[in-house]
């Protein structure tokens, strides 16, 4: 994966020294906004910050090409990812209401009322009816950001649990991958739905095509992973996941077959009809509820987790659809377009 192109002072400069073998970066920026205090705007800093973020955290994934490893560890690079993450958990809140937090047997029900509460535009009803083949590949654009490294930010829960919810978690997590069978693999599915709708079917090929609120969706779950006292955020943010999934992803299959997408282009949507359907139950009593037993303190957690995932598919559907009503793009580049092979 290459870097993409910088979106403000702050990436401009840290992909630059990224560019460099490692040293050290000198103190982060101080201050409540990704530049301090005097340079505070939300307005133009959140999509520079959410860029800074998500390339910092995708040092622990796959990386980038130029890039040294060794940056992965680099003090100076994680006391400015800090600082990200605190400007990012502060960006959170001020959107992320805390949801109570409810006794540890009741949280499999919390989570389904969570859910059921969530009153936000239905970006699937959409896909399924009114998009066009355009609009359709720019929302796979968009989800190809997380679902080419598709359960990797939750795998980082793994070490980090014991007991029913450790193997509860590792069962979701083994139907993501394939179950052993590589061309099974979510993330392998996706690329042929890339490939079915003309598209690069490359790791992390569109990075640079996508805006913040993307970016926040995948900055969220490594927030949440790369914490050991965020895992139950990081449960419940997988248990809201997979709570919204069959639905909306029978919406989008139909939508795609409407468009002309054949059986192979689809299947990964019709695979997450049939296998999220299970994995829900799975993730909110085996997994959320068997933990909530064992931390009792941590239920709000999960809950929180939960919302955020709510809150931030909301913030996504809120985006692509009020873009396409103005006949806009949904993409970051307002002259962007979509490379079809
Ligand atoms: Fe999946
Ligand atoms: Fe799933």
Known sequence: MQLPAPRGPLTERLFAELARPPHDLGPPPAGPGPYGDRHYDPCFGEEDAQLALFVCYELHYQGFDGVDDRWEWNPSLLALRERLETWFE??????????????????????????????????????RSRADTAQFREFVVHRSIYQLKEADPHTWGIPRLLGRPKAALVEIQSDEYGGGRPERMHAELFRATLRGLGLDDSYGAYLGLVPGVTLAISNVMSLFGLHRRRRGALLGHLAAFEMTSSLPNRRYSQGLRRLGGDAGARHYFDEHVQADAVHEQIAAHDMCGAFAAEHPGLTGDILYGAACALALDRLFAEHLLGRWREGRTSLWETDAEVTVR
């Open 90 to 127: 502060g960006w959170l809140a001020r959107r992320v209401p805390r949801p109570p937090a409810p006794p540890s047997r009741q949280v499999p029900r919390a989570l389904a009322a969570l859910v059921a509460a969530d009153d936000g535009p239905s970006l699937s009803a959409y896909l």
